[in-house]
């Protein structure tokens, strides 16, 4: 049997957003509860393995700790890195260790940046993004056990990756025509002078906006999209904003409680594959919510949105079908009791 | 507010300067001509250029004791030659040469660093209140490490800082070990943010090797408190390239740190770190990163000789009495 991966980003959850925005703060305590939950889940199942990530927060260690004394079937390790950095490259060491080893899924636990991460190592290996962040669209708000219960599924092959997961979209930025990077849910460009505390909090700050998600629900840059009228964005397609000097105001907010005013110049829907062109340079380019690198004037800098993004676990759609298979009946005459 | 280049100007110079005293400091110490310990910055710089190179000369100031506080008093403004000329036990230094690191410089409104680890929550509070009753806007820059958040006057300073909302900025530069003590032994959760989340301060983890991070995250809590809305924690997760102290081994628990770790903590050398990124930002150019190290060198040279010109303070016994709490 695969062995399902487990990547709890220890950083999510207690940016700079706690101090500007009224952010919700994720300790690691609430994050060994998450996969000690899903742990329990999995283990029900008869999922045999399970590989943490390490982090100089001893987040797996704990977890091992909580759990292995009620664990039956279920093995839990560490995934062996030779140093941790206590950086995203932990992240990106392990996702691309999980993807060697043949997972059969990979929870990722923290915001859209993590996910981000995750997504550009992960290959075909389905991904199930769990929100401890801050202004999360791209992972899941649900409950550790649910979660458990989806990557439990796949791995004992109740069901299958090709029925339960999707592909999402991504953001693709371009430098001087070579893919430089991506972004899962929004790609902006803003003005501030250095990645620094990496959150976008300062609505005059941002020139554009390229968005694959936008709806009223969300909180962050996609929200601004989702406070546009008239914008209905299809799977794949990419909403381009230009911000500046106008009369159309909106109030959104960018981060929780944080309601901030823009001024809307101009916005478009683009198809799937369509090239746009940057056009406030020099500027810092933020993804998924996070400052990342400079990009010069004289660069040409263009985005597309394509489909060639992460596979994503459906949850419900997973739990919806393995139940129908009645994968959590258990005992004698349980399938008929179940049937 | 996110920084401007010229405060990332501000901080790179500081941080360059920082380096450049934290050497100086290192190889003086080996050449015997400090006084008393040298416990080495190299590696944890970032966390107090961030946090003091935007303070008033009105804030106080409770510096870290690594790096004995220079990194914080020369982003705070302050001309460190008389601390140089202090360590040396000269009569130009800032406590005439008596005091060696366990020195204050109240002209600057810097206080602390005493022997005891933790010490400064208790008069960090004082200040804070009374910084509070001032109502000048007036901020208590508190700065220490994983070791002292282990100490009851820490838990005692936090809760009075929060029940009082003072206007105290806890910077707790993380770097994960107290002496040898690995701090994953030493406490229930390896983020210190966590304790002071229980007693109701608002509190953030920043990456304490990227002083860009620091200074904003620092910012917004120097902020909150120069509006009147109380205290905040800072923690800045940073790594000490060095021993605890000079004449001490380097240990992880019992062991000595591996090489691999040293080549690892070397790729998140701050000052590396921060020079790629003003490259990358076209904050600076290298000419003019060449030329703040050359004026670090000449700042370090000259404070350097400041000391070793000035005469060692051979107090008269009235005088060495004079300044003591109870004179025979």
Known sequence: MKPVGIVANPASGK??????????????????????????????LGVERAVIMPDP??????????????LETLDVEILP???LVGTARDTERSVCRMREMGCSSIIVMGGDGTSRIAAKHSGDVP????????????????EGTLVGLAAGALATQVVTATEVCERAPRLELYRDGQLADIALVDLAVVSSADSAARAVW???????????HASPTNIGLSAIGGHLPDVDLEKGDCLHVVLGESDQKLTVPLAPGLMKTLSVRRYRTYETGHEIRVESLPAMVALDGEREFAVRKDEDITVKASTHGPRVVQIEKALKLATRRAF????????SACA | MSLTKKDMVTLYTNLVRADHYGKMMYSRMMQGKLIGFYHPAEGAIAPGVGACSFLNNEDILFPHHRGHGITHMLSKGIDVSPYIAEHAGKATGCCRGRAAWHYAFPEHNVYGTTAYIGHNFVPVTGFGWAAKRNGTGQVVMNCFGDGAMGTGRAHEGLLLSSIWDLPIVHLCENNGFAIFAEASEMHPTEDMATVAQGLDIPSVLVDGQDVFAVAEAVNAAIDRARKGEGPTFVEAKTLRFKEHDIGNRDLRGWKPRSQEEYDEMAKRDPVNLATERVLADGVLTQNKIDK??????????AAVLFA?????????????????????
Do not use: W
């Not at chain 1, 927060?57 to 009620?70: F, T």
């Not at chain 2, 703040?292 to 040279?301: F, G, N, T, Y």
């Not at chain 2, 070793?308 to 025979?328: G, K, M, N």
């Open chain 1, 202 to 212: 300062e609505e005059d700050t941002i020139r554009e906006l390229f968005l694959t």
């Open chain 1, 15 to 44: 940016d700079i957003r706690r101090l500007i925005a009224s952010g919700t703060v994720v300790g690691n305590r609430e994050k060994c509860s998450i996969v000690v939950r899903a742990l329990f889940a999995m283990d029900s």
């Open chain 2, 292 to 301: 703040i190290h050359e004026e670090a060198d000449k700042e370090v040279d």
């Open chain 1, 81 to 83: 890195l030779p140093y």
């Open chain 2, 308 to 328: 070793d010109e000035s005469p060692i303070e051979s107090p008269t016994e009235e005088e060495l009495l004079a300044d003591v709490y109870a004179p025979r």
């Open chain 1, 127 to 142: 991904l199930i993004p769990v929100s401890t962040g801050t202004n999360n669209v791209f992972p899941q708000m649900i």
């Open chain 1, 57 to 70: 927060s001893h987040i797996a260690e704990r977890v091992i700790k909580q759990a292995q004394n009620r």
């Open chain 1, 328 to 335: 959590s009946c258990t005992g004698q005459g349980s399938k």
